[in-house]
């Protein structure tokens, strides 16, 4: 059974930084794409980033030229470097890993940008 954990978030000010990460562990093959979904209260989950097994990341508008995805495939981890953190980015943020058969979630981590 895969397991997904996430972490790195928590409270920063408008105009910080966080790096969220998300670390894969049990029965481990073939991890394909990787990312980030979040969610604020009210609102539908959304894509924030994803990255392939190759490497090639794709962004949502509102993520790209301040967010950046990245993997370590030796360590099957997903990171998230947030950057620019406005309140409107307050969500709890969750990671996900795509394999052959199924979709793993991670139990998702709060980020709260304010001042």
């Known amino acids: 059974q895969v397991q997904l954990v996430d972490s790195g978030g928590g409270l920063v000010q408008p105009g910080g930084s966080l790096r969220l990460s998300c670390a894969a562990s049990?029965?481990?093959?073939?991890?394909?794409?990787m990312g980030w979904y979040r969610q604020a209260p009210g609102n539908q989950r959304e894509l924030v980033a994803a990255?392939?097994?190759?490497?090639?990341?794709n962004y949502s508008e509102t993520a790209k030229d301040r967010f950046t995805i990245s993997r370590d495939n030796a360590k099957n981890t997903v990171y998230l470097q947030m950057n620019s953190l406005q309140p409107e980015d307050t969500a709890v943020y969750y990671c996900?890993?795509?394999?052959?058969?199924?979709?793993?979630w991670g139990q998702g981590t709060q980020v709260t940008v304010s001042s």
């Open positions: 990255i392939s097994s190759g490497g090639n990341p």
């Open positions: 996900y890993a795509d394999f052959p058969m199924a979709r793993v």
């Open positions: 049990g029965s481990i093959f073939a991890i394909r794409a």
